[in-house]
C-alpha cells in the first residue's frame, strides 16, 4: 500500500464532497424502512391555533387568527362566546383591541387576561388607533358595535385579524357575511336563519338546526365547510363569565 500523501487525502475529499456526502462523520446505519413498514408510519400533524370548542366527534376544534393574511371573522351570537374566545387569544400572547360602545361589560375581563401584563386594551367605537401588528407582534380587533357596526378605522391586515359580532342579524350583516373567511352562527329566529343560509348557501338541515341551537354551541362555516361546535368554560372562564349564554 502507498503512502497517504496530502495531495491524495485532498483529492480524495473532494471526492466525496462532490458526491454530496460532505465531511465525514461517525458511521451509523442507515434508517430505512420497507414497503410493508412505510404504512404503520404516523406522524402528529395538526394545524396551531386556539382551541375554541370540541366538534360533533368530540375532538378539539381550532380556530387559527394569526395569519400573514388579512383574515376578517363574523359572528352573530353572543357576548358570552365572544368573551370567550377573547380570553382564550389573549392566552396564547396575542395582542387583543376590543371596539365596543359598551366598556362595561368588558371591563372586568380585560382586568383579568394577562395577569399582570395588559394584552387587551379597550377603546370606544371609531376610536382603534393603528396596532402596528407584525409577524413578532400579531394582533386581533374584536368589534363588538351593535347590529351595525360602523366601518372600522383598523381594518384585517397581515398579521392583524377582526373578529365583529354581531347580536342578531342586521342589514349590514349580509355583506360582512360574504366579505368575512369565517362564519359562525348561534340560535337565531327561522327567519333570521333562512336568510343566514340564503347568503352562505347552508343546506336545508342546517338552516333547520340554528332556530335550536343549545346555548354555547356555534355552526362555524368557512367556504364549503361547515363545523357544529360546543364552547364549554373552564372552570377560570366560568368565574370570570358564568354559564354559556346566548343572550346578553
Same mark, same amino acid.
Given at each position: 500500500m502507498g503512502a497517504v500523501t496530502p495531495e491524495r487525502v485532498t483529492r480524495g475529499s473532494r471526492a466525496w464532497l462532490?458526491?454530496?456526502?460532505?465531511?465525514?462523520?461517525?458511521?451509523h446505519q442507515r434508517h430505512a424502512l420497507s414497503v410493508?413498514?412505510?404504512?404503520?408510519?404516523?406522524?402528529?400533524v395538526g394545524d396551531d391555533g386556539v382551541v375554541i370548542g370540541v366538534d360533533a366527534q368530540d375532538q378539539p376544534a381550532?380556530?387559527?387568527?394569526?395569519?400573514?393574511?388579512?383574515?376578517?371573522?363574523?359572528?352573530?351570537? #353572543?357576548?358570552w362566546t365572544a368573551q370567550v374566545l377573547t380570553l382564550r387569544i389573549a392566552a396564547t400572547g396575542v395582542r387583543?383591541?376590543?371596539?365596543? #360602545?359598551? %366598556?362595561?361589560?368588558?371591563?372586568?375581563?380585560?382586568? %383579568?387576561?394577562?395577569?399582570?401584563?395588559?394584552?387587551?386594551?379597550?377603546?370606544?367605537?371609531?376610536?382603534?388607533?393603528?396596532?402596528?401588528a407584525a409577524a413578532g407582534q400579531p394582533v386581533v380587533v374584536v368589534r363588538d358595535c351593535g347590529?351595525?357596526?360602523?366601518?372600522?378605522?383598523?381594518?384585517?391586515?397581515?398579521?392583524?385579524?377582526?373578529?365583529?359580532?354581531?347580536?342578531?342579524?342586521?342589514?349590514?350583516?349580509?355583506?360582512?357575511?360574504?366579505? %368575512?373567511?369565517?362564519? #359562525?352562527?348561534?340560535?337565531v329566529s327561522p327567519d333570521e336563519a333562512a336568510e343566514i343560509g340564503r347568503v352562505l348557501a347552508l343546506p336545508r338541515e342546517d338552516v333547520a338546526?340554528?332556530?335550536?341551537l343549545a346555548d354555547g354551541v356555534t355552526l362555524w362555516c368557512a367556504d364549503r365547510s361547515r363545523h357544529y361546535v360546543m364552547t364549554r368554560p373552564t372552570d377560570i372562564e366560568e368565574g370570570l363569565l358564568g354559564l %354559556?349564554?346566548?343572550m346578553d
Open positions: 462532490r458526491s454530496g456526502f460532505g465531511l465525514l462523520g461517525p458511521r410493508e413498514q412505510f404504512d404503520a408510519l404516523t406522524l402528529p381550532v380556530l387559527s387568527v394569526n395569519r400573514p393574511t388579512p383574515y376578517d371573522v363574523v359572528l352573530i351570537g #353572543g357576548l387583543l383591541a376590543v371596539e365596543t #360602545g359598551r %366598556a362595561q361589560m368588558w371591563a372586568g375581563l380585560a382586568q %383579568a387576561a394577562g395577569g399582570a401584563v395588559q394584552c387587551v386594551a379597550l377603546h370606544g367605537v371609531g376610536k382603534v388607533p393603528p396596532q402596528g347590529m351595525r357596526p360602523p366601518r372600522g378605522r383598523v381594518v384585517s391586515a397581515p398579521w392583524q385579524s377582526v373578529v365583529t359580532l354581531l347580536p342578531y342579524l342586521s342589514p349590514v350583516a349580509p355583506r360582512l357575511m360574504r366579505q %368575512a373567511r369565517l362564519v #359562525g352562527v348561534q340560535r338546526s340554528l332556530p335550536n %354559556a349564554r346566548r
